[in-house]
Every structure is written in structure tokens, then in C-alpha cells.
T-cell receptor, first 110, second 115 residues
Framework: QQPVQSPQAVILREGEDAVINCSSSKALYSVHWYRQKHGEAPVFLMILLKGGEQKGHEKISASFNEKKQQSSLYLTASQLSYSGTYFCGTKPRGGNQFYFGTGTSLTVIP | NAGVMQNPRHLVRRRGQEARLRCSPMKGHSHVYWYRQLPEEGLKFMVYLQKENIIDESGMPKERFSAEFPKEGPSILRIQQVVRGDSAAYFC?????????????FGPGTRLTVL
């Protein structure tokens, strides 16, 4: 039930854009996005609750397509501070386990 | 408002010893999740607890691992007779309820090294 993320890794130059996808074989009730820097704890970015919902956090936004059981994270005009591993996460409706995606390593270079 | 606290931050044990990891959730949170993260890998769910109850331990090995969240005090993840394969970062996260829409807030993690 672990969501699959793509791409696995991406390298960007400062100012470039990136899209990270998260797909699940199970129905998604909500999607959480986290960023983890090396050696640190995951930090919450945003949560999407409804199909079609889009949210933004500075230059990072996300969408949630409930029918396709997927979510995408958009990073625009990337900054060096965006480097890290991005995880999507989901908890099935009525379930107890929280499943994190496979992760996407993002590296922003000058 | 203090965040999620974990201690120790680093723990070194020899094979066969016991490791005890502690997690104090955010104030007002009564739900705790434990995750294990191997180097360069993602977070794997281990166990979900509410005060005095284990709600779901399906991600935790049945041998040597146990968890508790007493009425008073932190949640504890205990690993008995540690082996080298237990070396990993262990994170706990807390949330106010069990809702799938609640944000989980993570502690800084305990990095366990088994010699």
C-alpha cells in the first residue's frame, strides 16, 4: 500500500521548476507532503483533503486528483533551500497505518 | 509550545543489549506513531499508540520489539537483544486525533547504532 513517487531523484539549477508525483493503488482520502533534509526529521509542508484541491506554500504548491489516486507537488523557481527528500504520505480511510511514499531526492545546485 | 521531543538523539549499543527510545508528544497530542528509517530509505510505519493503548502494531517485528504509551510519561520503544540490522533512525510523530486528515509532527529522531 506504499505510494509510489516519481521521479526517484532530480537535480535542478536554481530557478528551475520541478514536479514530483505520488500515485497510490488504493483510494486516497488525504495526501500529506513532507520534506526531509539529510540527518533531520521530516517537516510537514501541506495536506490536501479533497479531490481537485490545490494548495500553495510560497513557491511550492500541490494538487490532488482523487479519481486518479494521485497527487503532484510543484516547485517553481527552485531555491537552494528546497534540496532534500520529498515524501508523500497517506492514511486510508478508517485505517491506522500511515504510509509514506518511496521518496524523491531533490538537489538544487547554483 | 514545545514540539515533539525524543531522547536520546544518538544511542550506541552492542549486540545483545537493550535499546530504549523515548518520545514525548506535542502538548495536547495523545496519538503517537513510531517509524524506522534505514539509511537512504523511506520511513516505515512500526506502531501506532494512543494513551495506554496499542492501536496498531502491524509494522513492528513480533520478536524483540515492544512499545508503550503510559498514562503518564513518554512513549517508549524498546528493542531487546539488539542486532546490527536494528541500526537505523527511529522517528516518532504525534497528532491530536486519529483522523487521516491530522498533521503528524515529527521529533528529531534517535539514531541507533549497534556495534
Amino acid at each position: 500500500q506504499q505510494p509510489v513517487q516519481s521521479p526517484q531523484a532530480v537535480i535542478l539549477r536554481e530557478g528551475e521548476d520541478a514536479v514530483i508525483n505520488c500515485s497510490s493503488s488504493k483510494a486516497l482520502y488525504s495526501v500529506h507532503w513532507y520534506r526531509q533534509k539529510h540527518g533531520e526529521a521530516p517537516v510537514f509542508l501541506m495536506i490536501l483533503l479533497k479531490g481537485g484541491e490545490q494548495k500553495g506554500h510560497e513557491k511550492i504548491s500541490a494538487s490532488f486528483n482523487e479519481k486518479k489516486q494521485q497527487s503532484s507537488l510543484y516547485l517553481t523557481a527552485s531555491q537552494l533551500s528546497y534540496s532534500g527528500t520529498y515524501f508523500c504520505g497517506t492514511k486510508p480511510r478508517g485505517g491506522n497505518q500511515f504510509y509514506f511514499g518511496t521518496g524523491t531526492s531533490l538537489t538544487v545546485i547554483p | 509550545n514545545a514540539g515533539v521531543m525524543q531522547n536520546p538523539r544518538h544511542l550506541v549499543r552492542r549486540r545483545g543489549q537493550e535499546a530504549r527510545l523515548r518520545c514525548s508528544p506535542m502538548k495536547g497530542h495523545s496519538h503517537v506513531y513510531w517509524y524506522r528509517q534505514l539509511p537512504e530509505e523511506g520511513l516505515k510505519f512500526m506502531v501506532y499508540l494512543q494513551k495506554e493503548n496499542i492501536i496498531d502494531e502491524s509494522g513492528m517485528p513480533k520478536e524483540r520489539f515492544s512499545a508503550e504509551f503510559p498514562k503518564e510519561g513518554p512513549s517508549i520503544l524498546r528493542i531487546q537483544q539488539v542486532v546490527r540490522g536494528d541500526s537505523a533512525a527511529y522517528f516518532c510523530a504525534s497528532s491530536p486525533t486519529s483522523s487521516a486528515t491530522d498533521t503528524q509532527y515529527f521529533g528529531p529522531g534517535t539514531r541507533l547504532t549497534v556495534l
